[in-house]
């Protein structure tokens, strides 16, 4: 009897053994396995801060560049490597290594130890005419210990580009009203002087004080409308435009200046309707043929044409017979005050601004401009006018 229950207890024991061998074994593996997935959890949070991190950073417009505390660059932004043409791995390497730029050197040594945000300018010292702003700080932690340096780099090149053609216009503009003025100066003085006791020179004088009074007031006007359309404030009133009819009317206007060289004004225009502004399209054609007669040949031919491109949009050209444009004006005759020859544009009442103005009306209708030239065999301007209304 005392056997039997022996054994029955042995077998029990046995059998409760193996099951929870078997259970402890499941758990532990259940333990091991939750342990790894909560690595791996964390693992991939830290993946996915680091991902939204460079994501953040490389959508920046700025270059970025972190330096860790021995001034080794730690991170570097795409904008960064874009704005100084960097292809290779940067981490690890010092900024003067990095970019051969002994300036920032200089600026990080100074981030270091003012503690501020630093400004700077710098122009990259390649051919490309590029500025950089380039602010730096130091990065502390909350013992107020350094542990590295961010630098932010602006692109100021166009910016800078702005100031210079703004400096060049006021220069160009002092220099334009000034021509006038002081030849306005010079007669009056002479007139009151004795001058004007001598009927005759006074005349000849009166009339060269009215010419130049007159160039002034062209060059304002010129001013005005090139100020109005660059900053948007001329508003287009767009309405249907017959363009054969307005070219015959521009025609007509023009016609007696044409008369006096002796040129022959051609419309050579197809019934052509468009949606512009009218008084801004007269200027256009009048700026253009008004050109043509003044720098074409005596006794030439000036001749508008046009037709319907492929595309839809409108090509209308303006041709002279006259001596041409040198290729390497060809471009640069649109820029404000820039002429192939500036005495002769004086005397021919020029401000330098037509064209320019030609370009900004085209511009603000949708269109584009060009010119085409062979020396001697005279000069075409196009343009070209989107919207088609036939
Ligand atoms: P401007 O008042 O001097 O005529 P524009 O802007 O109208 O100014 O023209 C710029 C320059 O382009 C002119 O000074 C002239 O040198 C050149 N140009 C313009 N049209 C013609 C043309 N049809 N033939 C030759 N040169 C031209």
């Known amino acids: 009897m005392w056997f039997f229950l022996f054994i029955l207890s042995l077998a029990v024991l046995t059998g409760l ?7 402890l074994a499941a758990l532990h593996t259940r333990h091991l396995a939750e342990a790894e997935a909560a690595q791996r959890r964390q693992q991939q949070t830290a993946l996915d801060a680091q991902m939204q991190q460079k994501v953040l950073f490389d959508s920046m417009l700025e270059g970025l ?3 860790d505390r021995s001034r080794k660059i730690y991170l570097a932004n795409r904008a960064f490597k874009n704005l100084f043409g960097v292809k290779t791995e940067l981490r690890g390497k010092t900024v003067v290594e990095a970019l051969r730029l002994h300036e920032l050197d200089e600026l990080l040594q100074r981030a270091e130890t003012e503690k501020q945000v630093l400004d700077y300018e710098i122009k990259l010292p390649d051919l490309s005419e590029r500025w950089l702003q380039v602010n730096a700080a130091a990065i502390t932690n909350a013992a107020g210990e350094r542990e590295g340096t961010i630098l932010v780099f602006h692109d100021l090149t166009r910016l800078k580009q702005l100031e210079r053609t703004r400096e060049e216009f006021v220069a160009n503009v002092s220099h334009e009203l000034r021509t006038p003025l002081s030849l306005i100066k010079g007669y009056v003085e002479t007139l009151l002087d004795g001058a004007r006791d001598n009927p005759e020179v006074a005349e000849r004088f009166l009339k060269i004080i009215e010419r130049n009074a007159n160039r002034l007031d062209l060059l304002i006007q010129d ?4 100020s109005a359309l660059e900053s948007g404030r001329m508003k287009l009133e767009l309405q249907p435009v017959d363009l054969k009819l307005l070219t015959e009317k521009v025609l007509t206007f023009l016609h ?21 502004d009218a008084n801004r399209l007269d200027q256009v054609i009048t700026n253009l043929v008004d050109n043509a007669i003044k720098y074409g040949r005596a006794e030439g031919a000036v001749i508008v044409g046009g037709k319907k491109l492929d595309d839809g949009r409108l ?7 006259g001596p041409g444009i040198p290729p390497e004006a060809l471009d640069r005759v649109f820029e404000r005050f820039y002429r192939v020859d500036k005495a002769r544009s004086r005397d021919q009442g020029g401000t330098g601004l037509g064209l320019s103005i030609v370009k900004h009306i085209v511009h603000a209708h949708g269109g584009e401009v060009r010119c085409k030239s062979e020396l001697g065999q005279g000069a075409t301007f196009f343009f070209t006018l989107p919207a088609v209304l036939n």
């Open 315 to 321: 090509e209308i050209f303006v041709r002279d017979d």
């Open 223 to 226: 001013l005005l409308t090139i």
């Open 256 to 276: 007696t200046k044409a008369e006096n060289k002796s040129v022959t004004l051609v419309n050579e225009l197809p019934e052509l309707t468009t949606n512009a």
């Open 17 to 23: 053994h193996f099951r929870y061998r078997k259970e």
């Open 65 to 67: 560049l972190l330096l």
